[in-house]
């Protein structure tokens, strides 16, 4: 008996004073810090699949995304202030596809904590999304990018050699698209 | 037997410790405001009532100050009934809203949903303004406490109701029954689903 104690209070004190992480979640990604590894599967949607210059049916990483830029928001259908940033959100999108020079180059997903494939449809019909959307049902990249509250708007800068560099990371609306897309264009130093 | 305490204390705090690893997002409309319960049991009563059996009946003030009955829309509409424990709660706050965007599911099955929860109606106004214009009623078991959600088998030992549906038919049938576990909440799939399965 007092050995399993002795063993429980190591336990519960390693993981207090050294940190020893328990719960799955990991800090929020930061701006300046790379980009979690993570995987997601191929759109069904031809259109999708394009958009995002996927070639094949393996699971991508974002640095495959034909982009230099990747905005990602984390997202709930359940989850009201994404609601109402979804009109936002694509109004970023349709002005990042007038804008010349930056079209082909910036991209955006979504990815939605603990939705089901059919919650995230019923999220893209609502209020007729035009780019990619993922579920995340297990909250695997919920818990990896630090369990985030909802809207989390990541700003990802795919680098020459492949890896990433985090350019915004924020949780809450984007505000103005307009004054968004100048922004990270100056903050990623996209020319 | 002192031992047995300190098995006690130290698996309460294991139990703390794990509280964190729910797995739930919060949405940024609710900033600081949801108090977190933590982890709990899962199920804490046990409905009598099942699917074929008659709907109990009740009448319970709603939100906008109308009374509403459950035999109000016999014969008209399906109806589904979500139990939610707490305002201001985790899961809670992120389950209506959700519906809120559904309305298409349950219009093309002619079900209307009635959202109800133990809390007071100043409460449910405050909580449920932050989820935007519901355009369903929410209806307030607050007094006599729980009455109906006891009525339905779904009150928890602590005087919150579990997370529960209901499907009730135009007749007043029970169709479907989900007790979920308390922590989650329910896939809008498998509601979806058995609505579909209703006489329209």
Known sequence: MRYKILFLLMFVLSVTFFGINITGAEPVPAKGGPFPEITLPVPEKAGEKEYLGLTGNKPFRISQIKADLVILEIFSMYCPYCQKEAPNVNELYQTVSKRAGVKDRIKIIGVGAGNTAFEIDVFRTQYDIRFPLFSDESFSIHKLVGEVRTPHFFVIRINADGSNTIVYSKVGSIEDSKQFLDMIIKESGLK | ?200
């Open chain 2, 1 to 200: 037997m002192a031992d047995k305490h300190y098995l006690k204390a130290l698996l309460g705090i294991i139990a703390v410790l794990f509280v964190f690893s729910t797995a739930h997002s919060a949405s940024e409309q609710f900033k600081g405001k949801i108090y977190s319960p933590g982890i709990l049991k899962p199920v804490d009563s046990k409905t009598r009532l099942k699917a074929g059996m008659k709907a109990p009946d009740f009448a319970l003030p709603s939100l906008s100050g109308e009374k509403i009955s459950l035999g109000q829309h016999r014969g008209k509409k399906n109806v589904v009934i979500s139990f939610v424990p707490a305002a201001w709660t985790p899961v809670c706050s992120d389950q209506w809203p959700g519906y809120n965007i559904a309305k298409g599911i349950f219009d093309k099955n002619n079900a209307i949903l009635l959202g109800i929860s133990v809390d007071n109606i100043p409460t449910l106004y405050a909580w449920t303004k932050e989820m935007g214009d519901l355009w369903f009623p929410v209806l307030s078991d607050f007094y006599p406490h729980g009455a109906v959600s006891k009525k339905y088998g779904v009150l928890r030992s602590d005087g919150v109701s579990e997370r529960a549906l209901f499907v009730i038919d135009k007749r007043g049938i029970i169709r479907y029954i989900d007790v979920h576990d308390i922590n989650k909440r329910p896939a809008l799939e498998d509601l979806a689903k058995e609505l579909e399965k209703l006489e329209k």
